[in-house]
């Protein structure tokens, strides 16, 4: 999904003179479908804060990395999500992240995108005892103000109430390009057809956990992805905002 520039003023403009805005907003998706992104760039348009909670995930998942908790004993790692706390802050200047996050007070934004990590954060994530604390978490921050929040799982279980719910989504050649990409800019060394297969791998455990599993809500409006760039995917959610104000 490039990256494009051109009618940016024209969407500032635009906003200015929009309808107050839905006050929770939920942005689902699979794997490398810009959820993040788009979820981030929405905030910004709107004045929102913005949560990423697939971060707290992989905060739980470094944490279990660091303190020597083996990502198949989901009763460790249950007792370690519910022993954390994890902290959401902005995205520090120039950071690469939608938002800054501290395990027990410490910062470890940087940490969080470890191959490691990478590789064991879908199987922490279909753990129930994890997911039912960092949900409990998710609705504490989202009651708290407004709120732009993505995920897996924002518009079906953490907020199935949320005034507006996308779900953005795109073909796995489509989001493999787009993760190999932002590997690269990272210097990560890795092939493409790597990062597709560990894509599929990924889809699978988040589609087939009995807990919470990837699926769009029943009145989530789906954005395809396919071709479009950053600017037009967000025009089309501003658009949604809009309409839902």
Do not use: W
Not at 70 to 83: Q, Y
């Amino acid at each position: 999904m490039g990256d494009s520039v051109a009618g940016l003023e024209a969407l500032d403009s635009s906003a200015e003179s929009r309808r107050p805005a839905p006050h929770v907003i939920a942005v689902d998706g699979s794997a490398a479908s810009g959820k993040s992104t788009i979820g981030r760039r929405l905030a910004e348009k709107l004045g929102y804060p913005f949560l990423d909670t697939g971060l707290m995930y992989r905060a739980v998942t470094l944490a279990a990395r660091e303190r020597g908790v083996d990502t198949n004993d989901a009763r460790g790692l249950t007792r370690l999500a519910d022993s954390i706390r994890i902290g959401v802050g902005p995205a520090a200047p120039h950071s690469a992240e939608t938002c800054s996050i501290t395990i027990d007070g410490k910062d470890v934004t940087s940490q969080l995108r470890r191959p490691d990590v990478e590789d064991a954060v879908s199987l922490v994530s279909r753990v129930q005892g994890v997911r039912e604390a960092l949900v409990r978490q998710q609705r504490e921050i989202a009651g708290q103000q407004p709120m732009v929040m993505a995920g897996r799982d924002i518009g079906t279980v953490v907020l199935p109430d949320a005034d507006l719910k996308m779900y953005l989504d795109a073909s796995i050649g489509e989001r493999a390009r787009r993760r190999h990409a932002e590997f690269s800019h990272q210097g990560r060394a890795v092939t493409e057809q790597i990062v597709l297969e560990d894509l599929r791998r990924r889809d699978q455990i988040d589609s087939e956990r009995t807990v919470s599993p990837l699926r769009p809500a029943d009145d989530a409006i789906i954005i395809e992805t396919d071709g479009l760039s950053q600017q037009e995917v967000l025009r089309r959610a501003l658009q949604l905002v809009d309409g839902a104000s």
